[in-house]
């Protein structure tokens, strides 16, 4: 797994998934066939073995495999993300899960894919960081939406799901995007305030709706 430091964002830590993090809860996540309905990791069962087996396939790759903690509620481990890295190409590919119930809805994932956006712009030398999802995802599609991603691609009636042939959406962002928004005063504004617009990409989300900017954008 490539070497990651803590990211921290507003209510949120993010940091490599680690052995004490091969708890029942995480299995329970991924055996709740209401969470992972939108998810192909539906169609398997899944034990602590198989969750260390997934955790171990990222050695000796480049890429990243974070847990998200919320710090500010205390409700601890709430998911995991991760980034696919194409070294060559400078790209990632970022997947996702927000399992806590009680984590549910409070856009949480939005501030987590924020925090590791950033740091793979601005750290991990990523020039487009993309991600896909089936048509049905109505919370992964408003999460991409949020976080100013853009059109990339449809795989059409690509996948079977609950009995119906639907579309894997791509979408992505680009570095220079990022970097726009980063360096724009609106970034700082917006992290003090919450009180305007990230960029005319972004315009979809009013940021007192977003909320979820690091605190230590770099
Ligand atoms: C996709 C995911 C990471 C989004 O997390 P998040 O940013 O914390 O999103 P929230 O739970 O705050 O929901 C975002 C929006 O979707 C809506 N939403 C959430 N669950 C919903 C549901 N079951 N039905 C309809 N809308 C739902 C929320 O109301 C919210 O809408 P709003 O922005 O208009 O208020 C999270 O839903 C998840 O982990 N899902 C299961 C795993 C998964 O599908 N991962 C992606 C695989 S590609």
């Not at 993300?81 to 400078?90: F, G, L, P, R, W």
């Not at 793979?120 to 976080?147: C, D, H």
Request: proline content about 3%.
């Amino acid at each position: 797994m490539a070497i990651s430091p803590d990211i921290r964002t507003r209510r949120l830590l993010i940091k490599p998934f680690n052995e004490r993090h091969l708890t029942k809860r995480y299995v329970g996540w991924l055996n709740n066939s209401e969470l992972m309905r939108y998810s192909e990791q539906r169609h398997k069962r899944h034990t602590v073995e198989t969750c260390r087996s997934y955790w171990q396939s990222f050695e000796e790759t480049p890429n990243y495999f974070w847990v998200i903690e919320d710090v500010e509620n205390g409700l601890g481990h709430i998911g995991n993300i991760n980034a696919h890295i194409d070294i060559n190409n400078s790209l990632a590919d970022v997947g996702i899960l927000i399992g806590e119930k009680e984590a549910e809805k409070k856009r949480y994932g939005t501030e987590a894919w924020i925090g590791v956006c950033n740091f793979l712009f601005q750290e991990a030398g990523i020039r487009k960081l993309t991600a896909g999802t089936l048509s049905v995802n109505l919370p992964m599609l408003k999460l991409m939406r949020y976080v100013g991603m853009i059109d990339d691609g449809v795989r059409k009636q690509h996948h079977i799901w609950e009995g119906q042939e639907v579309d894997i959406v791509h979408k992505a962002v680009f570095k220079e995007v990022w970097d726009r928004i980063v360096n724009s005063d609106k970034w700082h504004r917006i992290k003090n305030t919450g009180s305007s617009r990230l960029s005319s990409r972004w315009k979809a989300v009013p940021a007192h709706r977003l909320n979820v900017f690091p605190t230590n954008p770099r």
